[in-house]
């Protein structure tokens, strides 16, 4: 089987795209003429948000333009902030699940194979709600999520980073314990990665770092990486709130070291998904990242 390549379509509507989103039909064109595989769908109004495909109908509509193109759709990016799993208000914690069943319905639509959540709130927490019970109720919502998706044929990947709470290695590590449950993998984002266990960025005190960095916690996640974010890192953050999401060489990451221990790890999906978000001409990027992951994918991914 050989490797497919995606890119993350948020990185064109965020960032320095933000006030001006590319549109959603030239990306997916874009795509397709550089020979890419497929996309990351992110619910973004305009892109892949609830709203912007309401139906069925819709979304054979979106399908249809995504097919055109040879493409397929890698994962869905819920967009799950509006009923927040932490919250104090059981109503709200109610909604989120509504939330999430909905995100899953066009997931089922669309032939979506993994649906990608976070914890939603900065670090070190949102205010007034204890870590303690923010900590379960993130255990409840994302075993929750998991069964209800695979009762669905969908995967949930948590993708953590450090704009987001629970980022230390040990409980990244520990969450996958203690929801504890099959379907319930890890987004494994590389810049992420580096960030969290060789930076200890925007941790909580004390700092927790990994003396094998990025490498070494992915090793300690063996079995669990359900899908990837391919990308560099030069050891900052952007603006101060998650991981600068580098183009390949210009960070300080040794990809072919990645590669085999992503193999080493267990990882056999077939998508290889990259992802520029924030990166400030993303579109212009996607021409040389697609060379480079060519490479990658002759030299590694096929089997």
């Known amino acids: 089987m050989k490797a497919k390549i995606s890119v993350g379509a948020s990185a064109f509507a965020m960032g320095a795209y933000a006030g001006n989103p590319v549109p959603f039909e030239k990306v997916v064109a874009r795509l397709g003429e550089l020979g890419y595989d497929g996309l990351e769908l992110p619910a973004i109004p305009g892109y892949g948000a609830l709203e912007t495909w309401p139906d ?16 397929g759709i890698s994962a869905f ?23 999430f069943d909905d995100s899953l319905d066009l997931c089922v639509d669309c032939d979506i194979p993994l649906i990608r959540v976070d914890t939603l709130a900065e670090p070190p927490g949102p205010p007034g709600v204890s870590r303690a019970d923010a900590w379960k109720r993130a255990v409840d919502a994302l075993r929750a999520d998991a069964e209800s998706a695979r009762r669905r044929g969908v995967i949930v990947a948590w993708e953590f980073e450090p704009g987001f709470m629970f980022n230390k290695p040990s409980e990244i590590l520990g969450m996958v314990v203690e929801v504890n449950h099959p379907n319930f993998t890890v987004m494994f984002d590389f810049c992420h990665a580096q960030m969290v266990a060789a930076n200890g960025a925007r941790q909580p005190r004390p700092r927790e770092t990994l003396a094998g960095g990025a490498l070494e916690l992915l090793k ?3 079995g669990h990486v359900g899908s990837l974010h391919l990308i560099d890192s030069d050891n900052t953050l952007h603006d101060n709130l998650t991981s600068t999401h580098a183009p390949f060489g210009k960070g300080r990451l040794d990809f072919d070291s990645i590669t085999k221990a992503i193999l080493e790890a267990g990882y056999d999906d077939e998508w290889w998904p990259i992802d520029l978000c924030y990166w400030s001409n993303a579109l212009e990027e996607t021409a040389p990242t697609k060379v480079f992951m060519d490479k990658l994918v002759a030299k590694f991914g096929q089997t």
Request: net charge positive; hydrophobic share 45%.
């Open 77 to 99: 990016g819920a967009e799950l902030s509006a009923a927040p799993f932490y919250s104090n208000d059981p109503d709200v914690r109610r909604q989120a699940r509504r939330l």
């Open 220 to 222: 300690k996640l063996s």
């Open 56 to 71: 069925s109908a819709s979304r054979k509509r979106l399908m249809a333009m995504i097919n055109a193109a040879n493409l």
